[in-house]
């Protein structure tokens, strides 16, 4: 029993270096892959029971773990679709079959049918939906969760619900003063009166321009006033508002004038930071609200807030991307698509946003490398190589001791 215990040892030891150099090739030809984790072998001896005057040979068993916790650098790409966790957790994905697991590869693009952040091997980024609410990650499951798509982000307009000046606003202290309420041009009186107009547009709900006309008049030295007019229907919207001016030509208390924009919100003017001087007349103002706009591309923030940005700047935000944890991630169990399934011995996923519970934060335009390091798998091959040489030499010495043993019965 003892001879054939040797040549079963020597295979065992052949067997277990070849499944070493097979995680080795794996972790060499994955050096480049996005968030992979290299594999390292564990060995575990078996042995049989042996009496004092015998030793009956064992064998050894090959574990295969992942170092999935282990850190990794980040590379800095030129696309804003690229994310790296900066510290815990993983992103979760689901594939086309609704499977649902984990990774640390972010190099996500925007899938051209659906409109989807998929990843290199097809599986959805997925996310809360901030159109639905403030969203509340679920503690223990993937409750809520859904894909990430830039497509929902589509062309939108935003109705204008107040305005400011923006740089500065000077009525002229030597105009005359002619009195009255400002009124614009008409037909039965073509000349108007006031002593200064100027205009803006404002956007109504659907984003159609709305040009609100304001007249100002001057009535005396440091007394004004001042009225809004929808330029299409010719209406009086506020007003007459005054503006009084001191001898500094400052307002002690500038006026606001509110007024509903038609077919849109309710508008705030704030006439704040108008003066009166010895000036030709300016009025920079400000209004916020846009015309239809299409997105022109998505932004990351490091708390995992997807925002469309739009044409003009604007920012609106439309996802939110969570990170799951779990107690022991080096249990995990890899699969194809450089993701992790849940084991029982990885421990339930945990859910919730970046920067909470010691997950790390997310990082655009950057993705995680693979944390294998060429030079230690080379070693570990060269090693293994040796161990193998060296399991074949003793299979092979038993190999010749059984022949003789065979040939003492001729």
Same mark, same amino acid.
């Given at each position: 029993?003892?001879?054939? &215990? ?7 030891? !052949? ?32 042995? @049989? ?22 850190? #990794?650098?980040? @590379? ?10 900066? *510290?815990? &957790? ?12 984990? @990774? ?21 980024? !997925? ?36 305005? /400011?000046?923006?740089?500065? #606003?000077?009525?002229? %202290? ?25 205009? /803006? ?45 001191? &001898?500094?030509?400052?307002? #002690?208390?500038?006026?606001? !004038? ?22 030709? /007349? ?6 916020? *609200? ?29 996802? $939110? ?24 011995? %990885? ?11 010691? $997950? ?51």
């Amino acid at each position: 029993m003892g001879l054939y &215990g040797v040549l079963n040892s020597g295979v065992s030891g !052949m067997n277990s270096q070849s499944n070493r150099l097979g995680v080795v090739a794996d972790n060499i030809q994955n050096q480049n892959t996005v968030g992979y984790k290299r594999g390292s072998t564990q060995f575990s001896s078996l042995l @049989t029971d042996s009496g004092n005057g015998s030793y009956n040979s064992g064998g050894v068993t090959t574990v295969v773990r992942h170092e999935i916790s282990g850190k #990794a650098n980040t @590379t800095a790409t030129t696309s804003s679709s690229d994310i790296a966790i900066n *510290g815990n &957790g993983f992103f979760i994905v689901k594939d086309e079959g609704g499977k649902t697991s984990l @990774t640390r590869a972010g190099n996500f693009v925007v899938d051209a049918r659906t409109g989807d952040l998929v990843n290199a091997a097809g599986m959805h980024l !997925m996310g809360y939906n901030l159109a639905s609410g403030t969203p509340v990650p679920s503690m223990n499951s993937y409750n809520g969760l859904v894909p990430v798509n830039l497509a929902s982000m589509a062309m939108k307009s935003n109705p204008s619900t107040k305005g /400011f000046i923006n740089g500065g #606003a000077v009525l002229n %202290s030597n105009a005359d003063n002619l009195g009255g309420d400002p009124t614009p041009p008409t037909a039965a009186n073509p000349a108007g009166n006031f002593t200064s107009a100027t205009n /803006f547009n404002a956007y109504d709900n659907l984003g159609n321009p709305v040009q609100v006309d304001l007249y100002f008049i001057k009535n005396s030295s440091g007394n004004w006033k001042v009225s809004a007019y929808d330029h299409k229907a010719g209406t009086i919207l506020a007003g007459p508002t005054a503006l009084t001016f001191d &001898g500094t030509g400052k307002m #002690a208390n500038p006026p606001k !004038m509110s007024f509903n924009i038609p077919n849109g919100q309710p508008f705030t003017f704030d006439f704040a930071n108008v003066s009166q001087l010895a000036s030709q /007349f300016v009025f920079d103002g400000k209004v916020d *609200g846009n015309s239809p706009q299409a997105v022109d591309h998505a932004a990351i923030d490091t708390d995992g807030t997807v925002y469309a940005v739009f044409g003009d700047g604007q920012k609106a935000a439309a996802f $939110r991307i969570p990170l799951a944890t779990v107690a022991s991630p080096d249990n995990l169990t890899p699969r194809s698509g450089n993701v992790f399934d849940i084991t029982p011995q %990885s421990g339930d996923p945990r859910v919730n946003f970046a920067n909470v519970g010691g $997950r790390g934060s997310i990082q655009s335009n950057s993705l995680e490398d693979s944390n294998v390091d060429l030079g230690n798998e080379l070693a570990t091959m060269i090693a293994s190589q040796t161990g193998y040489g060296a399991n074949s030499k003793v299979f092979q010495t038993g190999t010749e001791m059984l022949e003789t043993l065979v040939n003492l019965k001729r």
